[in-house]
């Protein structure tokens, strides 16, 4: 299958590090001809998630796939690896021995960590990426696709996997302006579920508040309100029990929030961004009977290549959130989306990309490319 002519930019580290000084934008062609199991894609979408900044330093438990790349302008091939895990491409050609594929389908990654997604085209294996049908995607946007696999799939797995909630039970959780909070608040109204949903103390607070309660969010509290004996009465007053807390903050937050929980509840944490740990009080664990888990979505997409029910689940998960999308009732995380272009210089990517990369960037970023 030739691909001759096929020039591409991508984002890469040769060594793990600050992700704004390690990460450098190269370009480099196709090879001409292609591998029989081969397929050549077109990013449309790739969003810059948090773990692909640990990844970069080296500190994610998911390592990036270095390899020999062909730079323009040396002599010797560079070994690099692509940054980002995250997001959906157009299938432009293919070898002659894959099958389930056409011209113009879109494809995610199969699992983290096989090939880089920031980059304008990828030469990957057939066997590393999943098509979503064509009926699944109608009325959905390229960076829906893209943001699919990780924050709105960690929601779902945390409503449907730790406790069997029924319509009107209560879900506790912090950082609910996240990427993930905010699916974990669309996903239970549309199930019938309500959140109590804490967020980090800010001045702009009822703005926020305000804005989470039209995603469906029954109750919102700054994590500065959560010990307070009028949050305490009010929590009380529900009538319902909080069978469910989600964390992904740790610290005293996630102590004060667990404390909320109800007679046997479930604690699942699934970040850290404190990076202070969880603790519970032995009280907690004798008298009230809480259990504490820990949810990774790469673990659960590790275990779901071996295992054809939970590939049917997948396709399940994949297709309700994206009917949602399509009919309204859910929205992707506000994005700032950074357009990289094929044409581009050399330094007006690297710019893009430095940007896009920092910590202090504020808003979540992605890349669109076209």
Not at 308 to 332: C, D, P, Y
Request: with cysteine.
């Amino acid at each position: 299958m030739s691909t001759r002519g096929i020039q591409t930019q991508s984002a890469i580290y040769t060594e793990t590090g600050d992700p704004q000084t390690v990460m450098k934008v190269i370009r480099h062609s196709i090879p001409d001809e292609i591998g029989h199991n081969q397929v050549v894609l077109r990013m449309l979408a790739a969003p810059i998630n948090p773990s692909d900044l640990n990844q970069i330093e080296g500190t994610y438990p998911v390592k990036g796939r270095f390899s020999e790349i062909n730079v323009e302008g040396l002599q010797t091939p560079l070994k690099a690896a692509v940054g980002g895990n995250e997001g959906v491409a157009e299938v432009m050609s293919m070898g002659r021995n894959v099958s389930g594929l056409q011209t113009g389908d879109w494809v995610v990654p199969n699992k983290a960590g096989e090939y880089g997604t920031w980059s304008t085209h990828a030469l990957v294996e057939a066997d590393n990426i999943i098509a979503i049908p064509k009926e699944w995607r109608e009325d959905v946007d390229a960076i829906d696709v893209a943001c699919l696999k990780v924050n709105p799939c960690t929601a779902y797995r945390l409503l449907k996997d730790f406790v069997q909630l029924a319509p009107g039970d209560f879900v506790i959780q912090n950082g609910a302006n996240s990427g993930v909070g905010r699916a974990v608040i669309q996903l239970a109204r549309h199930w019938g579920f309500r959140t109590i949903n804490v967020v980090r103390d800010r001045p702009n607070l009822s703005e926020l508040s305000h804005e989470l309660q039209g995603l469906g969010a029954d109750i919102v509290i700054s994590d500065q309100q959560l010990a307070s004996s009028e949050i305490k009465e009010r929590i009380k007053s529900l009538g319902t029990p909080i069978r469910l807390g989600l964390n992904c903050v740790g610290g005293r937050t996630t102590l004060q929030m667990t404390k909320l929980i109800s007679q046997g509840g479930v604690l699942v944490s699934y970040g850290g961004m404190s990076r202070q740990p969880v603790t519970m009080p032995t009280s907690l664990l004798l008298f009230k009977d809480l259990c504490a888990k820990g949810f990774w979505m790469n673990r659960w997409y590790s275990a779901c290549h071996a295992d054809a029910e939970m590939k049917v689940e997948r396709n399940s998960m994949w297709r309700t959130i994206l009917k949602m999308t399509a009919e309204g009732h859910f929205a992707t995380q506000p994005l700032l989306c950074k357009q990289w272009l094929p044409n581009m210089t050399a330094d007006q990517s690297k710019s893009l990309v430095s940007d896009a990369v920092s910590w202090n960037a504020g808003a979540k970023r992605a890349f669109v490319f076209y």
